[in-house]
Each structure stands twice: as structure tokens, then as C-alpha cells.
């Protein structure tokens, strides 16, 4: 609320801070100027959206983070939520008790064993099927949730749901939320990095990683991991080096000129450092790209250069590289859907294992032995469950059946940056159709991501049209504590 | 013993006071102590004495506990309870005022409870909203008021011990009527058994069509629901029919419900005559008559113009234009400032230029402007571009921002095609170029579809067809429910929540979207009032009776007897020239196919067909008639139906003694006339909010903020007015002179105001930091069609054919999306593929729409500009264009180099001047050195002639201007 009078205040000057506080539209609401120190406000020459690093309230556990999307669903009881009620009852009929959970109604089938053995793994005796091996290695560094739950059983609202928290489009990511919060420890790559994969974009495209109302500063950028990384990071052709000299020298007098005429004006100082800002980018993103200064071990590790893992697992290494560098959140995509396995479940969803489970394996371990694992929060899961019917195939062949959406659990995990290491935390039904034990909503994961970063989920914020805008809605989130290793 | 309810407050727990204007939070740390609190955002609010409270009330509990234990006594409702909620809470819920819809003055009324459903749950204080709001202390909302910790006990040990009211207030519990029923017969059966189908017969509608019953008889036998047939079939799970859910996007039956059918068949299927809810009443309990003391409730007032201090006029008499400068002055004045000199010439006319049409002058058109010394020669140059049909193309853009125009329907992965968007685009650009006043282009936009009888007319006209056209505007919203998993009630809801919001915030300036799922916080607006709406609009939006979007190639009807969503009423003209076009065609198809058949004849015949056009149709809105009962959603669930309301207008927005009629818009009309009312309503000159919103959005567009700076929220959590009065007279003078914007902007821009330069002085920079007095006009940016269009433009490129379908954009395999060389509001808006340049300036993505744009100054700006292909060669043509002036103008060309010539040609091509001496000097070295330098590339030259060199070098400055702050900044 401000008050025409307002701005007439007794010594006639509104500060920058004030300038801030009435920007209403989003673009740079006030939201942290509160909790932000000097560091931000050192820089009074810019009166517009940055990326410049900011303090939290409180200590951060997590530096960053590497979200690795699956999109698609991937099925807790195929992987980390063993059913062995399942193997009793499989063929047994179940579908009247969950029409209304079904999306494809036609192809419903019976209860259904999962077609992939489980064994209880590390130190910590985490259970995890025999489809994920390399994973499977590294599970006393993980917090496996089992008990996540979601909203919608369509892959567009549940996707933005769990990038946004809300079931329709236009409201800011995770991750553009967190970069808003945070900023970036690198002012020559973007705060907020999406390798999506070459063979295309998952559902939703570009909106999984839309700013919304924020500030576009605070969108991904998307990084492909073969050629030109950013669009237009190179003109098609260079033009000589003596001419781009040139050119730029010139634009730098013109600008100069321009802006010695009109003293007062910072968007004109601010726009020149976007220029130099593009400039810093070309070098630093094709060297943060540049995976031959990888040694041979480290490249094997990640499974690069075998045809399965390859693909993948440069994004790996590329998003350890990016990190390493500064960048606050890489966001790994995989082509389309290949975790939503209506049919095939033993081929195909083994084929989605295949493709990310050395990769993923050669990641942690990559991070671990680096000692950056502690300041790196690793994300792993998609946009909901699975069902544990069967989905039947065209023909009607069960051993080509899959599995349905379900919106009432799935599973996730965390490592590294503040979490417990080997702990399993929630628990579905005898069948793994709900989550019935320490439930998780997607709110609540926000909420713990966001703490684990150092910041709160109810002070991060932006007023938008009235209304206080926050990642987790108006509804309560709560962090979950018990998998935090400093509560 | 520990403290029970401490257990609520376990460390790290915080508490919040949701929504309120300021935000607390205190964070519990062990031993349940504050240890810090944290103060946020302007609150002065004392968290930790709050919290103390909070803490000393626990503490009073278990004393308090410890007590009872020891001597129980019962709590009497009426001298215990009543007192206490009439002294607490009686302000805002008693007989006279109802915020959310409760009472708390009598046991009838808090049994009823408010729009959010019941307060109390007897026996259960934990699960009571009653209890759990002054728990903690959201209520009552002022501090000084807060319960005290046995007050709380009170409160909290009534209901547990079953919240009894004592005798001769003990109302029996309301029982089941038609209105618990029907809300659950519209969401699960009336699909198949309703409106448009009757399967089996039978009509499940109101209770004399149940009776009736269908093929196999009766749907129930009253009084024993164990008999009745619909209950029977539901038990069985028959019904809904499990398979067919999806195709119907029907949910099966919740078990509650079904007990709520079979106890109201069980009862006689009761019918409660419920009075309708009128709007405008004198006595609303819901909004107070000082609620409407809001500025901006107000009727605008006219205030004599500002008599500017003698100082001031001798100073700047000459330069007090117009009324607005008036106003503008006396805020100057009253801080020691005065207006800015006036802008040169050349600089406000690129200014008015891009402001009116989007585009730049031309370097004729500033040539003639600086040559023409008459009085009027400025006013001259506004009527021109005011004429141009440039204007409705800018103009159109801004409003297409409001409206939410995209070419797709959107929140799904196949986003389905809206093929005759276009025409709606057209209608809005017709409309401004021949200045149609804003009341007529509301009317029409709103209630298009009810202004004329389309159904029966022989000839569509012009006329009739934008009438039908122009309602496509309460069709923008990002529409999923083409697909059935993405067709249920709540994704239906969503649309009308969208189009709804677009309404208020774009046209209104009120954030109804709020009062959904509550009373509107800081507005008068309450949930009744935003069901009013959703009732006005239900002839044409409703969620039980839903036309899809329609797939490209569907012919016919969808499934679930759902109809067509086009109308067919394209102008006669059209029609015929189409039916022309076909019959042709197939004139040529029957002579072929009578001939023996050829591999050559196929070919001809395959040729033919696909000359063949689709019929043209219109996306439009139009009511349906017979719109089913408007229940209010509680929380906004469609689930938790509450009570009945009518169509009507917001109250706060009415005048009491004036009642909002709805009558059918002509003898026999299927439409119901509801929107016809409320558009009436809407552009009625009494109306406070109307006006005031769109001169306050065209001030913005001219002068870079709004009078008021939230276009989109004129209530409590907008910003005030900078410059009250001359808002008001705005809108005076807007109404008064037929809703005309041209001559507003008119109006606008021969201010003095308008015309000063934007230069910021040591002294505007101390007192007007923000340029809130308007001490001088902003430096601003192109925005991303200007900057498009403008680029083009000065290349030479620049297609400008008007209107018809859009301009496709190409999606590059790298993610690039290009597009073709038409204006940009031509160019096919996909909400998946905005085109590249155009995102990357702050294009924004229509969710369900833009009310204020954002300036973003990021890299990718830069990275664009600086090393796109297109852009770079757009600079080669904009060389090779500046090089034909050059020659052309030989014999007349004054002396100086070629170089020079070349350089000036390029400054007024693009930046509408000629170049300073400094620029000058520097442009001609750099252009020497850059010959130079392409020359000694032979190789990238590919040819090392002069002139191939002179064309690269000089395409290299222009490359280079177009990446220059001043092409990209508007003085």
C-alpha cells in the first residue's frame, strides 16, 4: 500500500530501496531485500534484476543443486518400493477400487508383480531392485523417499506442478525461484542451467523451466551439450577477429557517447553490461562445455563413450562442470518420457534404467571424490508413480504390459548438501498404490529444497497483482525435518 | 507435565499470519522460548510480545487444565459463549455485518457457518475453523481484541464437550434439500441425463423428471431409498458407468454423496424455496456502506483546474497547454520544480511516432516536419499517424495483452490450433483504426452475441459479424479441455476463473480471481459477489454443460453430445465468395471425373481437390440458454458446493437504489441477456472503475507508468493515484467526449507534459528519483515489436499487408524460432514457440495474460542482437539500401565524402538524424578502418573488390547501430 503522498517524503529523495519496494508488477519485487546484506546493494549502480550472490538468514547447507529429471513416472514398485504383496496377489482383480485413479481405463489390467528383484543394498540395507545395479552402489549416500504424493494424473499439470507448484502453466520453476533467491556464484554463466537432451524436449518443453512472473534473469537457459551451447552464443560465421575488434570498439564509443549525453540513466550502464556479460559467456560456457580436459577415468566413470550412457552422461559431467563453476541449478531432461512405461515395463523402463543409471552412479561418486557432494544437493525423480496394476498392451500380451500414472505416490531421493546418508523415509500400502506413512506433498519437497539451500519457503516471495506469490502456494509446506542431517 | 498445547508449537515451527497485509513469522526454537524473532517487509507488528501471548496463554491452559480437572462445570452457550464472540467478533459478524458470510449472534446462525462451510465441529476443537482462527490469533484481526487464555479455554472446552447452545436454541440440524442433491446429480449423471441426452429416458434434473423416471421407471420411491432404482444402480457401481468415465470426463460417485442422495429420497426429496439472492440490496451484510468509500468506488470527480502560483505561470505561462499540464504543474510546483525543457524536434517526433504506430519516422517524413514552421505543424503530424492504419496495429498490441490473444489453445503438450483467432485480432485492430468508442468495443467484447439476433438474420454484415467476432475475447484463456483428461469440471472451472480474471484485473481493475475460494482480503469483494460473475457468464460458460474446443479436423460434434464450438456467420460477402470458390472448383472436378481415367487426370483431380478451402468460421462465445443453478464453491471446490446464487454485480461497485435487471435481449431469444445486463452495467457512466482503468492504461502506454502504477489493481493493494484529480478529469473528459481514444491520446500528447525532453538534471534526479511528479519524460525502451518491426523496417523488409491468418514462425532445430517479415502482430502467437527476438525482449507468454510487460536487460538480449543471422543480415540489406539512397541522391548531394553520405544515410534511415561532428569523426575512422580491414581479408570477403569491402564495412556499422543503446532507447 502506498499513498499518493508517499513519495513526497520530507527530504524530497527516494532511495533505491524505496524504488524497489514499489515495483508491483514482479519485476523486482522486495521480497529479499530484507535478508539480503550489503553485497547486494553494493550494487547501486543497476536498478535491475541480477544475478549477484546474496546471503541467506541462515546457514546453507546446499551451495547448489543438479536436479536429474526423470521425466515420465518412473514406478516405485519397480525400483525402490519392493511389493512382495504384490507377488501374492498378482492376476487378482483391483480396478473397481481405484476407477477414478485410472487414466487409461480401456487397457486396465490386474494386480501385477513387479517383473524385477529386489535386494537390500550398502550399509544401510536400502532396498533397490535389480534394474538399477550402479545406483544401487551408492545408496548409503542417499534419502530415499517413498512417500511423495502429487495431484494430477496427466503428465502437463503434474509437470508443472512439480517444477512450480501449481497445475497450470506461467508461474516461476523451482529453479527460477531458487536463482531469484540466491543469485549466482558466477557472473560468467547464467545463474540457472537446463541440459535437455538432443534427441528432444521433454513434455512441456521450454515452460519446465519458465521464470513466470519473475524476471526472465531468473529463466533456464538451455545448454546443449553438443555445438553452440546457448542460441546465438556465435554468429553463424565469425567474422575476423580484426573486425569484431573493430566493431566493438565502436559500439563501446557510440554507447560512451549515448550515455556521457544522458547522465542518471542506469539501464544504460546496466545494458552496456549485458554486452560484456554475452562476450564473458562465449568464452566461459564453450570451456565449461569442454569435456576433452576431462581425463580418460573420469570420462569412463560417467560412461562416456559407450553408445547406452554416453549421451547422458556428458550431461553429468557437464552439469558437475557447471557447478563447479559457480552455476546455482542444472536441470538434467532425458528425451520425451522414457520413465512413462504404459507398456514393457521389462524392456523398456530397463532401457530407461540402462541410459541413466551408470551415469547418474559415476556422478555421485565423481562428486564425492572431488568433496563437493557436501554443497551439492543431487535431486532424482519425476512428475508422479505408477499404478500397481497392469496396463495392458494392444494385444492384450502380459508380458508387455506396463504400468498406469499414479498421483498418490511415488518415489524420490535426495544426496549430498544436507541430507542423511542411507535412510528410506515414508512408506505406501501393501501394494505401493498410496503413500500411507510420513507423507510428502510437493509442496513439502519444495519447502525442504528451498531450506536446505537457506531459505525459507514463507519469506521467499513476490507480490503479483494483490496477491503474496511464494513457490509453495498458500497452503502450509513444511520441510521435512527427519531427513535433514542438522535439523 | 508437559503443555499440551505446546506440542502444536514443537521447535522450528513458524507461525504466519496468512495473507494479511503484513507477514510475521516467529520462529520457536527448543524449550520452546523465542529465541529470535524475524521481522519482515514494513510490519510493525511486535512478533515477540505476540508470541509471548501466545506462550503466556499456554501456560494459562494448563493452569486452567489442571483446574477444570480438579472442579468441572459445565459451559453454558448463553453466558458463557455468546457474550464473548458478540464482545470478540460481533463488529464484523453480527446482524449487521457478515464478513465471509458468518454470523456469530445467534446458535442458528454459527450452525450455518460462513462461505468456507461450518465453524464448529462439536466435540472436536482441533478440527474446528472457529477455534483454530483465534487460536492463533488470526482473529479477531486487530490485536488489541486477541482472546486471553481462558477465553480460548472457553471456547475450546464448549465444543469439546459437544457445543451444546442450550435449551430453546437448539434448531435442528438443517436437513437435506434439492440443493445437496442437485450439485452432485450435475457433476456425476445429468452428461447422459440431462439437457442435450436423456439415456434410458430419463432426465435427472430436478425432482419431477426423477419421478417421472425413464425407460425402466422412476428413479427413486420416496422415502425408501433401499427401493429406488438410481440408488440401486449407483451401489452396484453401475452408474456412472465405470468405462466410459474418461470419454464423459465424469468422476465416479465419492460414497458421501451417494448417502447424501439416498437420505434426501429417504426424507421425500424435500424442496427448500430458497428466496433468490438479489444484488443490491440496501442492506448487504456482506459489503457496508462505508466499504464504498474507496477512492476508487467512487464515482470520478471533477475538480476545477489547478490555478498554477503566479511564480510558476510567469515563468512558464506560455507552456501551460492543456488541463493536464495544469495538474502535472501544480504538483511540480508544490516541490520547487518545474517542467523540463521541451524535447527538439526530431526527438519528440520519433517519440509521438513509435508511440502512436509502433514504428519510426521515416527520413522524409522528419525531413518535412523539420522544414514545416506553421504553428499547428506537431498537432499536423499527431492526426496523421492518429489516421494511419499503423495505429490499430500498435494499439491492437496493447490490447491484445489485456485480452490474453494467443493462436493456441495452450496447458496441454499438443497445443491445439485456434484457426480463426486471426479474426478477432482484425476485429480489434478495425476497431481502433476507426476509433470505435470504448463503451461500444466493451459491449461488444462482452456481450456481442446478445446485441443482435444472429441466429435468424438472412445477411450478416459487417457489423453483425465483428458483434460475433468481438466476443471471442471471453475465449483467449488457455483452454485444455479439448482432451477428456484435461475436460473435468475443475479444468473447465479454471477457464472461466481465467476469463473471469482477465475481466477484472484488464478491465475492471479489481483482483476478483481472490474471491474464489474467499472473501476477498483487502477488497470488498466477497466470494457471494465473484459467483454473481461466474452466474452472469453461465449461459455460455458452464461446467455441466460444456462445449470443447474443437479439433482441427472434427467436422461434427465431440463426444459426450457435446456441440460445435464456431460459429458460421462470416459476413455474406465472404461466404459467398467462398461458396463461389467451391462450387468452381467442383464445376471443374465433375467435368474431370466424367472423363476416362489417367494417371494425368488423377494428378488434375488430386491438384483440384486441394484447392478446395475450408468453410470460414468465427471463434466466439455465445450463450446457450438454460444454464444450470450457480452454486457457491466453498475453498473454490467444486466439490464443497454452497449456497445458490443469482447473476448479479459486484455490490460494492453498485448503486444500491439502482437494481441490476436482467431481461432477455429479444421476445423468443434462447439467450438468457445476462451479460448484455452486466455489460451495460459495465460501460454505464456512473461506473467508478471503467474508465478510470483504460485512461489510466493509455496514460502508461504514453508516459511510461500509469497514474496509477498497478494498472491491473485499483483496490486497497494498488498503488494510490500520483495525480488523483487529473485521473478523474481523464475520465471525465473520456466518457464525455463518446469514450473516444483518439482523442485521448490526442489529448495526451500535445501536452507540454508530453513534450518535454528526458534528460535527467541534479535537481529532478533529488526530488522526482522515480519520476512520479513527471519532472521530464522517461528514457524507454523499444519493446519487442517495435524493436522487430523497426529493424525491418529500416532493412527495407518490412511486409505491411493487413490482417487474415497469421504469419507462420519456423521452429529451428537448435530451438531458434524464426519468423517471416510481416508486423509482428501478424506473426502466429504459440504459446510453446514465441519467436525468438520477440521472447528475448520481454514477449510475454499469455497465462491467461499480460497486464503490465516487463524491461528486462539480460544477455541473451545482447547475444541476439549481436550474432543472429537474420539481424546481421537485415544490417547487410540496411547497407545495401542506405548505398542506393547515396547514388540515388548524387546530382543533389552537398559536398563531404562518400563515407560521410553513406554514414548520414544510415543515422537517418535509422535513428530518424544526422550524426553529431563527434559521431561523425568517430564513424567515418572506424568505417576507414573496417574497409581496411575487410580488404585484407580476401578469403572472408570471398570477394576482395572495393566495393565488396565498402558493402561489408558499411554493414558492419549498421550491425553495429542496430546494437547501439540509442536504436534501442526512446528519448
Known sequence: ???????????????????????????????????????????????????LPRRTSRPAQAKSVIHLFMNGGPSQMDLFDPKPELDKHHGEAYFDKIAGEVENVKDAGALMRSPFKFAQRGECGMWVSDALPQIAKQVDDLTLIRSLYTTNITHEPALYLIQSNRMVSGYPTLGSWVTYGLGSESQNLPAYVVLDDPLGLPINGVENWHSGFLPPIYQGTRFRSTGSPVLNLRPESDDPPEIIRLQRDLLHRLDQMHKGRRPGQPNLEARIGTYELAARMQLSASEALDLSQETQPTQEQYGIGQPTTDSYGRRCLIARRLIERGVRFVQLFINAQIWDNHTGLATDMKAACDRTDLPIAGLLQDLKQRGLLDETLVIWGGEFGRLPIAQLSADKDERKSGRDHNKNAACCWFAGGGVKRGLTYGATDELGFTAVENRVSVPDWHATILHLLGLNHDELYVDQHGLREKLTGVQPAKVIRDILRSA | MPISLAIDYHVGTTFRCLDSGFDWVVAVEQGGLPMRSIRLAGTTLVSTICWLGIAASCCNLAQSEENSAAEPKAVSFESDIQPLLKEKCGKCHGPNVQKSELALHTAAMIQKGGESGAVIIAGNSAESRLFEMVKQGEMPPDQQGTLTGAELELIRRWIDDGASFGKGSADPAREITQHDVVPILLLRCTICHGR??????????????????????????????????????????????????????????????????????????????????????????????????????QPPRASPIPQVAEAFRNQDSNRLHTPVDAFVAQKLFEKGLTFSNPAERLVLLRR??????????????????????????????????????????????????????????????????????????????????????????????????????????????????????????????????????????????????????????GIMGLTFKCARCHTHKFDPIPQRDYYRLVALFKGAYDEHDWLKPQLKNYGGALSAGMGERFLSQVTSAERQKWEEHQASIQRQLDALNAQPKTPELDKQIQSLESQKQPEPRIMALWDRGEPSPTYMYRRGNYATPGSLVSPGVPAVLSNPDKRFEIASPRPGATSTGRRLAFAHWLVDPEQPLTARVMVNRIWKYHFGQGIVHSLGNFGKMGDRPTHPELLDQLAIDFIRRGWSMKSLHRQLVVSTTYRQESLVSEKTKTIDSANWLLSRMPLQRL?????????????????????????????????????????SIYVEQLRKHP?????????????????????????????????????????????????????????????????????????????????????????????????????????????????????????????????????????
Open chain 1, 1 to 51: 500500500m502506498r499513498d499518493a503522498d508517499q513519495f513526497t517524503t520530507q527530504n524530497h529523495t527516494i532511495t533505491r530501496r524505496d524504488f524497489f519496494s514499489d515495483m508491483r508488477t514482479g519485476i523486482c519485487g522486495a521480497a529479499l531485500l530484507h535478508l539480503l546484506g550489503d553485497e547486494l546493494r553494493a550494487d547501486s549502480s543497476s536498478e535491475v534484476p541480477n544475478l
Open chain 2, 783 to 823: 519493446d519487442a515489436e517495435e524493436l522487430r518491426d523497426t529493424i525491418l523496417m529500416v532493412a527495407d523488409e518490412l511486409n505491411d499487408t493487413c490482417g487474415g491468418p497469421a504469419e507462420p514462425v519456423r521452429v529451428r532445430g537448435d530451438g531458434l524460432v524464426l519468423t517471416g517479415l510481416r508486423r
Open chain 2, 196 to 297: 442435450h441426452k436423456q439415456e434410458g429416458g430419463l432426465d435427472l434434473r430436478n425432482r419431477e423428471s426423477m419421478i417421472r423416471g425413464g425407460k425402466s421407471g422412476p428413479a427413486f420411491v420416496l422415502g425408501k431409498p433401499e427401493e429406488s432404482l438410481m440408488v440401486k444402480r449407483i451401489h452396484a457401481e453401475e452408474m456412472p458407468p465405470h468405462p466410459r468415465l474418461t470419454e464423459v470426463s465424469v468422476k465416479p460417485m465419492d460414497p458421501e454423496e451417494t448417502k447424501t442422495l439416498a437420505r434426501w429420497i429417504e426424507l421425500g426429496a424435500p424442496i427448500a424455496q430458497e428466496e433468490p439472492d438479489l444484488a443490491a440490496t440496501a442492506n448487504d451484510p456482506l459489503v457496508r456502506p462505508q466499504d464504498r468509500e474507496f477512492w476508487s468506488f
Open chain 2, 352 to 505: 509521438v511516432s513509435f508511440d502512436l504506430t509502433g514504428l519510426p519516422p521515416t527520413p522524409s517524413e522528419a525531413q518535412e516536419f523539420l522544414q514545416d514552421a506553421a504553428p499547428d505543424a506537431y498537432e499536423r503530424v499527431v492526426d496523421r499517424l492518429l489516421a494511419s492504419p499503423r495505429y490499430g496495429e500498435r494499439w491492437g498490441r496493447h490490447w491484445l495483452d489485456v485480452a490474453g490473444y494467443s493462436d493456441c489453445e495452450g496447458r496441454r503438450e499438443q497445443h491445439l490450433p485456434r484457426p480463426f483467432a486471426w479474426r478477432y485480432r482484425d476485429y480489434v485492430i478495425r476497431s481502433l483504426n476507426v476509433d470505435k468508442p470504448y463503451d461500444r468495443f466493451l459491449l461488444e467484447q462482452i456481450a456481442g452475441d446478445e446485441l443482435a439476433d444472429y441466429e435468424h438474420a438472412t445477411t450478416v454484415t459487417q457489423e453483425l459479424e465483428d458483434n460475433l467476432v468481438a466476443t471471442a475475447f471471453l475465449r483467449l484463456a488457455p483452454d485444455p479441455t479439448w482432451a477428456n483428461l484435461t475436460g473435468f469440471v475443475p479444468d473447465r472451472l479454471e477457464v472461466t476463473a481465467d476469463s473471469i480474471d482477465v475481466l477484472g484485473s
Open chain 2, 835 to 971: 519467436p525468438s527476438l520477440l521472447e528475448s525482449f520481454d514477449l510475454p507468454a499469455m497465462n491467461p495474460n499480460c497486464l503490465q510487460r516487463t524491461d528486462s536487460l539480460v544477455p541473451t538480449q545482447a547475444l541476439h542482437l549481436w550474432n543472429d543471422e537474420a539481424i546481421r543480415q537485415l544490417a547487410r540489406q540496411l547497407a545495401d539500401r542506405a548505398l542506393r539512397d547515396v547514388e540515388r541522391q548524387k546530382e543533389t548531394a552537398g559536398a563531404g565524402s562518400a563515407d560521410t553520405q553513406q554514414i548520414e544515410q544510415v543515422y537517418r534511415i535509422v535513428l530518424g538524424r544526422v550524426p553529431d561532428p563527434n559521431e561523425l569523426t568517430t564513424c567515418v575512422e572506424s568505417l576507414a578502418q573496417l574497409k581496411a580491414g575487410w580488404r585484407n581479408q580476401p578469403k572472408a570477403a570471398g570477394d576482395a573488390s572495393p566495393n565488396e569491402a565498402t558493402r561489408r564495412a558499411l554493414a558492419t556499422l549498421c550491425h553495429t547501430i542496430l546494437n547501439s543503446a540509442e536504436f534501442l532507447y526512446i528519448d
